[in-house]
């Protein structure tokens, strides 16, 4: 879309997309489809070394006016050398955001590839990394929970500099000297999750038409809560001081 997005071989031998950030500019690609509930995987190797500042996102949004936008979004938010990435994720539903969650790897992102996985179908939104499930977003509509339903998306990934927030909450700014900085993606997938399909990719574990996820999905999402889970926007009472917390952190979820 912009910037420096280039295809290259990487130093496995395989096509990937490289994407880089300099201090004139970020980059970008798109999907050329869009999809109104999909299953999205991407490998990605993020910026190794000093990344402090810079963000590399991977998210889907649809088109039209920011003030009632969907989005549901992955953003690894870079460190200073040797300190953990972060997974922020959130989603947006009729422009009403504010659902953060984040996450730290047990591994490191910048050595390898690990694939990243987003499934949007009519029930869940699941994120998942390597194939081990870190979020669900229930569709609790029906209790008055936002969630994104009616309208397409479109998949976008980028590079860009934040350095007034991203790390260590703006602490710690980008090193220009470092760059260019580059984040490579490879093996693209997308699926659709259509209502009217069954595609087990799509589902989250014991069948098309649970509402419940299935008993291994459970035990990843407790594993990830304890050991990865660093920021749950349901679990922020500061934020909440002039109300509830949003409906659906006192619903069922699992
Ligand atoms: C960076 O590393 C520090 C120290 O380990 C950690 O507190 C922080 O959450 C990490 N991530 C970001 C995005 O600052």
């Known amino acids: 879309m912009w910037g420096n997005a280039k295809v290259v071989t990487d130093s496995s031998g395989q096509q990937a997309i490289a994407l880089t950030l300099d201090q004139s500019t970020s980059s970008a690609f798109r999907s050329k489809k869009t999809c109104l509930f999909c299953r999205i995987d991407i490998e ?37 050398t040797g300190d953990p990435y972060t997974m922020h994720t959130n989603m947006y539903a009729r422009g009403q955001g504010g659902r953060e969650k984040q996450y730290k790897f047990d591994f490191d992102p910048t050595q390898d590839y690990h694939k990243y996985t987003i ?27 936002p969630y994104p339903y009616y309208y397409p998306m479109r998949v976008y990934a980028t590079i860009w500099d934040a350095e007034n927030w991203a790390t260590q909450g703006g602490r710690v700014k980008t090193d220009w000297s470092q760059a260019p900085f580059t984040a490579y993606f490879r ?3 997308s699926i659709s999750c259509s209502p009217f399909g069954n595609d087990p990719l799509c589902v989250p574990g014991s069948g098309w038409f649970s509402q419940q996820l299935d008993d291994s999905r459970k035990q990843q999402l407790t594993q990830v809560d304890s050991n990865n889970k660093i920021y749950d926007y349901c679990q922020d009472p500061k934020r909440y001081k002039n109300g509830p917390p949003p409906k659906e952190c006192g619903l069922p979820s699992k």
């Open 44 to 80: 990605i190797k993020l910026v190794p070394g000093n990344s402090a500042g810079t963000v590399t996102t991977f998210y889907m949004i649809t088109e039209g006016a920011w003030e009632f936008h969907d989005e549901i979004d992955i953003e690894f938010l870079g460190n200073s």
């Open 119 to 145: 499934i949007w179908n009519k029930d869940w939104i699941l994120f998942l990394v390597d194939d081990k499930l870190y979020r669900q977003i229930k569709n609790n509509q029906i209790y008055g929970a």
């Open 187 to 189: 093996n693209y997938r």
